[in-house]
């Protein structure tokens, strides 16, 4: 089981003071700063660059508001910069655009030791750290997550890669970055659809282990969807707290870090089968939670209103809590080519409550059936 780590950290850092973690993997630990201004202190990011020679990948979305900040902060440390602007979407984390950055490195003549800064979503966090994981065979890399998502929960652990039709980041590695660096600040600019998406992944947090943490979001939701710099910092913190120690104790996702995956086995199929895109990954997460937490309740194992809580304050987060109607076979079709299948069985994440969840193989097909049939899913 994931600890509670949100006792402790109930009383939110004042606005202007930007908070550090660490996580904890011996040789390869890294910090990760969350606080508003970050983008412009180019000496946060220097201290952890064995060069003084980066490239920045961002999208065509996100360089018109930072990239020129970012820039200017990196050269005023006398580092030497170079950019790639890549197309914005999921759709674009593919083998096509992987090569576009390749062929951008090898132009810009990056070496061993030239660290890639992503700076930007999910996406461009995945994307990069891929291409820095393979690169020369591994650059350095950091992480300047824009979107609440990323800060929450991409930019952290060393998950990194791409997709493929058949199936979402089934081709990557795990690949730590130096230094994940979070400006809280990035978030004034976020759609509020992108606000929402983050949202679900903070709201996971909570479910997997962290009861009390749930409890201080029911409390706190609207301060969130209102943006409250105290209140965002805070909820940044607090998941980041989560995830660096589920990632210290197991780094490859071999036990206890798979239950961070509540929501991402039917999500990904989700996402998969309406295309890459049409629906942000955080949405489909937030509707494969309740998808999961609905199979728990058919198997006797969360009551009625640990699931109604957990529907209502994704509502509350402007999130879908039904899946689109599928069908149980395509789902069950596009889970088998999830990563957690294992001897051709599908782990899938359950909770026997808010803040216990635990890992199952031995999911009834019938259950399954009925929720992704009816209950879990859009039938509309």
């Known amino acids: 089981m994931i600890k509670a780590l949100s006792e402790g950290?109930?009383?939110?850092?004042?606005h202007n003071t930007w908070q550090s973690l660490t996580v904890d993997l011996a040789?390869?630990?890294?910090?990760i700063h969350i606080g508003p201004g970050l983008l412009t202190r180019g000496e946060l990011v220097a201290q952890h660059l064995p060069q003084r020679k980066v490239v920045i990948i961002t999208n065509t979305v996100v360089a018109p508001l930072y990239l020129d900040a970012l820039q200017t902060s990196l050269a005023q440390q006398q580092i030497a910069v170079q950019s790639i602007v890549l197309p914005d979407g999921e759709a674009y984390?593919?083998?096509?655009?992987?090569n576009q950055v390749f062929d951008a490195l090898l132009a810009h003549r990056a070496e061993r030791k030239t660290t890639l800064i992503a700076l930007g979503g999910g996406v461009i966090g995945d994307l990069a750290g891929f291409a820095a994981a393979v690169f020369q065979r591994g650059t350095p890399f950091i992480q300047i997550p824009t979107t609440l998502l990323a800060q929450v929960d991409s930019s952290v652990g060393g998950k990194t890669a791409i997709n493929h039709p058949q199936g979402k980041n089934m081709i990557g590695a795990f690949y730590q970055p130096r230094a994940v660096i979070a400006d809280t600040d990035t978030l004034k600019t976020l759609p509020d659809r992108e606000l929402s998406a983050g949202i679900a992944e903070i709201v996971k947090y909570g479910l997997i282990g962290d009861a009390g943490f749930f409890s201080w979001l029911e409390a706190n939701m609207d301060r969130l969807?209102?943006?409250?710099p105290q209140a965002l910092t805070h909820a940044i913190e607090v998941a980041c707290r989560n995830k660096a120690a589920v990632v210290a104790s197991d780094e490859r996702e071999e036990g206890a870090r798979a239950l961070l995956n509540l929501g991402h086995t039917f999500g990904h199929a989700i996402e998969s089968g309406l295309g890459?895109?049409?629906w942000l990954h955080g949405e489909a997460v937030a509707a494969g939670m309740v998808?999961?937490?609905?199979?728990?309740?058919?198997?006797?194992?969360m009551d009625s209103d640990a699931v109604e809580r957990t529907r209502h304050l994704l509502q509350r987060a402007r999130l879908p809590v039904l899946g689109p109607a599928l069908g149980a076979d395509r789902y069950l079709e596009l889970m088998g080519h999830d990563k957690k299948v294992e001897s051709g069985?599908?782990?899938?994440?359950?909770?026997?409550?808010?803040g216990d969840a635990f890992i199952s193989d031995a999911v009834p097909r019938d259950v399954l059936s009925a929720v992704l049939n009816g209950e879990g899913v859009d039938g509309d």
């Open 9 to 14: 950290f109930m009383r939110m850092p004042e």
């Open 27 to 31: 040789d390869r630990s890294y910090p």
């Open 93 to 98: 984390k593919d083998w096509q655009t992987l």
């Open 225 to 228: 969807m209102a943006r409250d």
């Open 276 to 278: 890459y895109g049409k």
């Open 291 to 301: 998808i999961a937490a609905r199979v728990s309740q058919k198997m006797g194992l």
């Open 345 to 354: 069985k599908i782990r899938f994440i359950l909770l026997r409550g808010i």
